[in-house]
C-alpha cells in the first residue's frame, strides 16, 4: 500500500478502497488518504462548495499521485469510507446496512449539508425497528419531520407505565409531560366510551392520534377533533402546515444552556395544560 508523510507525523497511506485512480479529488481522514471524484461533493452540499472555492491554508500539501490539494476531514477514516459507500455502492442496493451505518451517514450528511442523502438515511432508519425512546431522541437530534414519530409516540402512550427516568433523561421534560397529558385524555376517553377499565391502551386509535397529533403539533392528517378526545376547545394555536417533502432539512440548533429562563417558562406552560387536562 502506498503511504507518503504529513506534516511530518507518522505515515499517510492509501484507502484500501477508495483512493481510485481517475478521481480529482484528495481527502486526509486520520491517517487514510482517499482520492474520489469531486463532483459528488459539488453537486449537493455547499459546505464542499465553499471548501473547494476557498484559498488553500500556507503550507497545504499537494498528493504526489495526482497532483490535487489534500483536504483534510476532521472525521474518522471509516467513518467517511462509510459516507463515501453512498455513491460506490457496487450492488446499487442499501438494505444489508445496519443502524449504526446510517446514523453516522445522517450525521455526516447533515454537517456537511447533504440533504438529499440525509432524506437517503431517515428513508432506510424508518425501514428499521428502532425502539420508540431511541427513534424519538434521534430524530429530534437531527430536527427530522416530527411526523415520523407518530408510531413511536402511540406505543409510549399505550405502555402500561410511562417512561423510565432514565428514558425520561432521554426524551426531555417536554416530551414527557406531553406523553403526561395524552395518556391522561386518552383514559378519559375511553372510560366516556363506556370502558369498565379504562387505560390509555384502551383509547380507540383514531382518538389517539388525533390527541397526539394536537400536543405534538403534527401535520393536519393527523389532527382532527374525533369525539371523545378528551380535548378542549382550540385556541387557535393550530397544527403544522402540510408539506411536499416527507424529511424536513433544517441545520442542528444550537443548544439551550441549562437552567436558562426559556426552559423553564416552557416547562411551565406544559404543566399548566396538564392541569388544564386534568380539570377539563
Given at each position: 500500500?502506498?503511504?507518503?508523510?504529513?506534516?511530518g507525523v507518522g505515515h499517510i497511506s492509501h484507502h484500501p478502497e477508495y483512493y481510485i485512480r481517475d478521481g480529482n479529488v484528495t481527502f486526509i481522514a486520520e491517517r487514510s488518504l482517499f482520492r474520489v471524484h469531486k463532483s459528488f461533493f459539488e453537486r449537493e452540499s455547499e459546505f464542499f462548495k465553499?471548501?473547494?472555492s476557498s484559498p488553500p491554508p500556507e503550507g497545504e500539501e499537494i498528493d504526489e499521485d495526482s497532483g490535487t490539494k489534500r483536504y483534510r476531514l476532521d472525521v474518522k477514516s471509516d467513518e467517511f469510507a462509510q459516507f463515501l459507500w453512498i455513491w460506490y455502492n457496487p450492488r446499487y442496493t442499501y438494505s444489508r446496512q445496519g443502524k449504526e451505518a446510517w446514523l453516522t451517514i445522517?450525521?455526516?450528511a447533515t454537517s456537511w449539508v447533504f440533504p438529499e442523502v440525509r432524506k437517503l438515511a431517515v428513508r432506510q432508519l424508518e425501514k428499521l425497528l428502532l425502539p420508540p425512546v431511541e427513534k424519538i431522541e434521534i430524530y429530534k437530534e437531527?430536527?427530522?419531520?416530527?411526523?415520523?414519530?407518530?408510531?413511536s409516540y402511540i406505543a409510549l402512550c399505550k405502555s402500561p407505565t410511562l417512561?423510565?427516568?432514565a428514558d425520561g433523561d432521554r426524551l426531555k421534560m417536554d416530551t414527557v409531560l406531553k406523553l403526561a397529558c395524552a395518556r391522561e385524555r386518552a383514559q378519559r376517553s375511553a372510560a366516556e366510551s363506556g370502558c369498565r377499565s379504562p387505560t390509555s391502551a384502551a383509547a380507540d386509535d383514531e382518538v389517539l392520534k388525533a390527541i397526539i397529533g394536537e400536543l405534538f403539533d403534527l401535520s393536519p392528517q393527523f389532527g382532527g377533533k374525533p369525539a371523545n378526545t378528551g380535548a378542549q376547545a382550540p385556541n387557535g394555536?393550530?397544527?403544522?402546515?402540510?408539506s411536499d417533502e416527507v424529511i424536513t432539512v433544517k441545520q442542528p440548533a444550537v443548544?439551550?444552556?441549562k437552567g436558562?429562563?426559556?426552559?423553564?417558562e416552557q416547562n411551565v406552560r406544559i404543566a399548566n395544560n396538564i392541569r388544564g387536562c386534568r380539570d377539563s
Open positions: 500500500m502506498a503511504s507518503s508523510t504529513c506534516n465553499n471548501l473547494f445522517l450525521r455526516l437531527y430536527k427530522i419531520d416530527n411526523d415520523l414519530l407518530l408510531p417512561p423510565s427516568p394555536a393550530g397544527t403544522n402546515g402540510s443548544p439551550e444552556k436558562s429562563n426559556a426552559n423553564g
